[in-house]
């Protein structure tokens, strides 16, 4: 062992002030193995550093080292050769990275395009993928990122910190039509992209943010890198990018194809190309699966999909995500200005229930806080709320109410009616009568401005939130005071400084003191419900191996093989 | 004559005009935007500002109205991509799919009516009209369901998807296509059988038929020449009817097949 402490010794020698309280963590068991990596990986230690380090401990390195766009999946070893078939959902739009949001769109983004990091859901660690490496300056208000050298885009351009530089000043400029202002407003503006030199970039952030490289990673979906230049508006012609796979042809509405790139940095792909096919809907793609026109389907929800959960017919990637569902409640109108009565509905729910019947089990019960499993910030000390009826009528009877009615607005959208009515049969033994409005996403959506919006002015409103890889966007947007999004109208100034706190932290026991303050405000207060966490679910015959899904419907397929 | 013309072409030309403003002020008054329907409801407003003005929706209606008269059929919004090629791509695809049902239907349904309708009152009659009708009722996304199931999911003889590989044969390519066309052969089979069945059974109680029977006329060529000559007439109109209806119907067709065959 002694060998072992001299070389961690040597290897502190050479690490940041973070780096080493992260070090301290893992030898003290506050942090374990896998959040060690989660961590480490967030704040740019290298895979090759993290798994000397854990193997310095005495524990065997189980990192792999970045092989390309697949490296969250284990390297296959499977056979070369063969095209593989892929059903996804059909883009909803034009294939621009700027603009697009939808899940058929950025599968379609990620089959040739990369990310400075990789989100890795399979591993849940950061891999650096156009970044070699990242660190934080002291108050993680700056973040330098080291590119990777000798990597070239399919127009056989070389990739420079000016392709870098180009990309991210475009996704955050406001006068830009850019989704990724979502992420980067109150966090990053043009002026802070900064070229270094040819393989080195600034990020100034406009306030300190310690979860930043997950902006810049494949969480944040339209932040592929483009050639200096480009005209985002006619990327789907050349679907150019950096990638292990090339566009061969894209046709609107029905599919794509994409063949190897031989001059790819990273491990070359063993499928001699691969072929989309759209669909409109969940049904006809699972039909497909089984009818043998298909050998994956990229990412498809529980609900009507008994076929492919039940029995052994097919392989299927789960992986745990942060997508989920929130009902909030006016906390600005009678009768839900009285937390009690908030408190009320949580308590009048059985989510257990709702797990097992609307996602066939493939989730997880969640606790009125954006915080889960998912993050490794949760503080997992806080107790979990479960079904209580009598509690739920005392706290009705508490907030001088013996039963109290109230209107639900939601969108038709995956299993999300069929939740409202199990909402509505759960409160009703409370006493709470809800009555049910469920609208077309565009009905309901509105103009998503307040006064605009069933969703933001509803009294109740029950809608879905995708998975992120940490919870900064569900604790801004639906929570704080000022949030775009907050459909609950909950204005607290204790939260919303804790929230200012927690996003500024840059190690893990902060964050995680922070997040139980924050859990147990939320769960005191409850101004919105949240019932449960849905796993990101991928499909495949049971001979293919190698794929790489994130929960946020990418597919990376360089690791793939028919078997 | 030329009068004549001019006079319906400038008639078509104004019911074309009234239509595009029909059309595009149908579009105005719906609610909705276009910078947030591309963006999505999570979409920074800023963004969508930015897309309004790059897209031309934040200005005057009339302007709007004068840069899509004058641009048609133009670029699709939602798509960045020329409109010309997405509709005609489309309309290819469904006029394949509708081009192979109607060779299919239409003596399928001639055959069967007479059929029924020389066997009147006897069990084949029964049959080909009870199955006719009953066809008639289940809608095409139902009958497609079903027909995937049981031809590609149990017994695997017929591709789920309706579009073939790129690069396919002729004959692969009516592979995929048997599956879209059977709906809509099935819907349409006891409406043109129904017709020429009626027809039929008519023009053989008819006085001529009777007279050709007496006449000494071979009961085939009796029918050949004198009854279908007359019967199908009224079935012959029905199939034209149904034309368009094969046309829209083959979009929904293939869209219960796995892959969508016609854009919308």
């Keep these: 062992m002694r060998g072992g402490n001299d070389e961690l010794d040597r290897l502190r020698g050479e690490r940041t002030e973070l780096e080493n309280h992260y070090i301290d963590e893992l030898v003290s068991g506050r942090l374990d193995r896998r959040d060690f990596l989660r961590r480490g990986s967030m704040i740019g230690m290298s895979t090759g550093l993290l798994g000397a380090i854990l193997a310095a401990c005495g524990g065997s390195s189980s990192t792999t080292t970045a092989t390309g766009s697949g490296s969250g999946a284990t390297p296959s070893s499977g056979k070369k050769g063969g095209t593989l078939r892929v059903a996804g959902v059909t883009p909803t739009g034009a294939v621009n990275p700027l603009t697009l949001f939808d899940a058929g769109g950025l599968l379609m983004l990620n089959q040739t395009g990369e990310f400075l990091i990789f989100d890795s859901n399979l591993k849940l660690a950061l891999q650096p993928m156009l970044a070699l490496s990242w660190k934080p300056n002291a108050d993680g208000s700056v973040w330098t990122f080291t590119l990777r050298p000798n990597v070239t885009f399919h127009n056989g351009k070389q990739m420079t910190a000016d392709d870098v530089v180009y990309t991210f000043k475009q996704l955050s400029d406001p006068k830009v039509a850019s989704n990724a202002l979502s992420a980067f407003t109150g966090v990053l503006t043009p002026d802070g992209v900064k070229k270094v030199n040819a393989t080195s970039v600034e990020f100034h952030l406009e306030s300190p943010n310690g979860n930043f490289p997950y902006l810049v990673s494949s969480d944040n979906y339209n932040a592929i890198i483009v050639p200096n230049g480009t005209d985002f508006g006619k990327w789907q012609k050349t679907f150019v990018g950096t990638g292990a796979f090339k566009l061969g042809s894209y046709t609107q509405g029905s599919g794509a194809t994409f063949v190897p790139n031989p001059s790819y940095w990273g491990t070359k792909p063993l499928l001699s190309g691969t072929q989309f096919k759209f669909y409109d809907a969940q049904q006809p793609m699972i039909l497909a699966l089984q009818g043998g026109d298909v050998d994956v389907i990229a990412q498809f929800t529980p609900a009507g999909a008994t076929q492919l959960l039940s029995g052994s017919t097919y392989k299927i990637i789960t992986l745990k995500s942060a997508n989920h569902r929130e009902l909030s409640m006016r906390n600005d109108q009678a009768p839900f200005n009285d937390a009690k009565v908030r408190q009320a509905v949580a308590y009048s729910l059985d989510r257990t229930g709702m797990v097992a019947a609307l996602l066939g089990g493939k989730g997880t019960v969640a606790n009125d806080y954006p915080f889960g499993p998912r993050f490794p910030s949760t503080d997992t000390t806080v107790p979990q709320r479960s079904q209580n009826i009598n509690m739920a009528k005392q706290l009705l009877q508490q907030a001088g109410h013996s039963s109290i009615n109230a209107t639900l607005f939601t969108e038709q959208y995956q299993e999300i009616p069929e939740l409202a009515q199990a909402i509505q049969q759960n409160a009703k033994q409370a006493g709470i009568n809800i009555n049910l409005k469920v609208e077309t996403q565009t009905k309901y959506y509105g103009k998503a401005t307040y006064g605009n919006s069933d969703w933001l002015d509803g009294q109740m409103s029950l809608v879905d939130y995708g998975d992120r890889g940490v919870p900064n966007v569900y604790l801004v947007s639906p929570l704080t005071s000022k949030g775009p999004w907050n459909a609950a109208h909950f204005k607290n100034s204790q939260y919303d400084s804790l929230v200012k706190q927690y996003v500024a932290a840059l190690d893990l026991q902060t964050q995680k003191q922070v997040a139980g303050k924050i859990q147990r405000l939320l769960l005191q207060e409850t101004p919105l419900v949240i019932p449960y966490w849905v796993d990101g679910l991928t499909a495949s015959t049971p001979s293919i191996t190698g794929l790489n899904p994130t929960s946020i419907a990418q597919l990376y397929l360089n690791t793939a093989s028919m078997g | ?264």
């Design chain 2, 1 to 264: 004559m030329t009068a004549f013309i001019l006079k319906r072409l400038g008639l078509a030309l104004i019911t074309l005009w009234i239509l595009s403003l029909i059309v595009f002020f149908a579009g105005q008054i719906l609610p909705g935007d276009a910078g947030r329907a591309i963006l999505g409801p999570l979409a920074a407003p800023s963004a969508v500002k930015a897309l309004d003005h790059q897209l031309g929706v934040d200005q005057s209606v009339l302007q709007q109205y004068w840069n899509w008269i004058t641009h048609f059929p133009g670029t699709s919004q939602q798509y960045q991509a020329p409109i010309g090629p997405i509709l005609t791509t489309a309309l290819g695809k469904s006029l394949k799919l509708a081009v192979f049902a109607f060779i299919i239907v239409v003596p399928l349904g001639i055959f069967g009516g007479v059929f029924a309708a020389l066997k009147h009152g006897k069990w084949q009659d029964r049959t080909i009209t009870v199955v006719g009708q009953s066809a008639l009722t289940v809608p095409e996304f139902v009958s497609g369901i079903v027909l995937i199931l049981i031809f590609s999911v149990w017994l695997g003889w017929l591709p789920v998807s309706a579009t073939a590989p790129p690069g396919s044969g002729f004959f692969t390519s009516l592979k995929y296509l048997i599956l879209p066309v059977i709906p809509l052969v099935l819907i349409l089979f006891g409406y043109i059988a129904r017709m020429a069945r009626v027809g039929t059974i008519e023009a053989l109680g008819s006085d001529y038929a009777r007279t050709a029977t007496l006449k000494g006329l071979p009961r085939g060529v009796m029918i050949r020449r004198h009854v279908l000559r007359n019967s199908l007439l009224p079935t012959i109109t029905v199939v034209a009817t149904q034309t368009g209806y094969l046309i829209g119907a083959s979009s929904s067709s293939s869209s219960c097949s796995a892959t969508r065959e016609s854009a919308c």
